[in-house]
């Protein structure tokens, strides 16, 4: 069974830095792409940063690069996403997801307030 | 970046019915890249469509897509109750991959 289990979210203050985890069980994940994507409450999804299986491209929203870096660690069989310089409006359920497949976590909450 | 916009912005229709949301896109989505997804209330995403008009695994055949380039459709031939959701679609053509908006279809 495919399973993907975030973790690391919480309360941070503007400017805090956070990394979120994102472990992967039930495929071969070193075989796949790997996306972060974000929900603000009551709002829409929105593509954050993708990377490729062997962690050597990746690609980031406008909204967020330059502060927010991807990464994975395919021995551990776990995607990261290292967010810095948070924001108010980077307040979101983030998501883990097997790129453009039907395997997405159930989320971790991060929010961003003083 | 392409800017994906969906139509309507709430559907109102009743069990039984057919829905049609639309998806426009600012330029050409390459070899159809487009996938739907739906959303309910609490819930993960969960994908429909992809390719444009392939259904994902499980997904029954009231749900379909169409499509090319900058338009695409999808269509649920009649709505059952389960099926009062959010709709998103999502480009994978090139980065960024945004999604739309989303379309609600809520109960008339």
């Known amino acids: 069974e495919v399973q993907l289990v975030e973790s690391g979210g919480g309360l941070v203050q503007p400017g805090g830095s956070l990394r979120l985890s994102c472990a992967a069980s039930?495929?071969?994940?070193?075989?796949?792409?790997m996306h972060w994507v974000r929900q603000a409450p009551g709002k829409g999804l929105v593509w954050v940063s993708r990377?490729?299986?062997?962690?050597?491209?990746?690609s980031y929203a406008d909204s967020v690069k330059g502060r927010f870096t991807i990464s994975r660690d395919n021995a551990k069989n776990t995607l990261y996403l290292q967010m810095n310089s948070l924001r108010a409006e980077d307040t979101a359920v983030y998501y883990c997801a097997v790129a453009t497949s039907a395997y997405w976590g159930q989320g971790t909450l991060v929010t961003v307030s003083s | 970046e392409i800017v994906l916009t969906q139509s309507p912005g709430t559907l109102s229709l009743s069990p039984g019915e057919r829905a049609t949301l639309s998806c426009r896109a600012s330029q050409s989505v390459s070899s159809s890249y487009l996938a739907w997804y739906q959303q309910k209330p609490g819930q993960t995403p969960r994908l429909l469509i992809y390719g444009a008009s392939s259904r994902a695994t499980g997904i029954p055949d009231r749900f379909s897509g169409s499509g090319s380039g900058t338009d695409f459709t999808l269509t649920i031939s009649r709505l059952e109750p389960e099926d009062f959701a959010v709709y998103y679609c999502?480009?994978?053509?090139?980065?960024?991959?945004?999604f739309g908006p989303g379309t609600k279809v809520d109960v008339k």
């Open positions: 990377i490729n299986s062997d962690g050597t491209t990746t």
């Open positions: 039930g495929f071969t994940f070193s075989s796949y792409w």
């Open positions: 999502q480009q994978y053509s090139s980065s960024p991959f945004t």
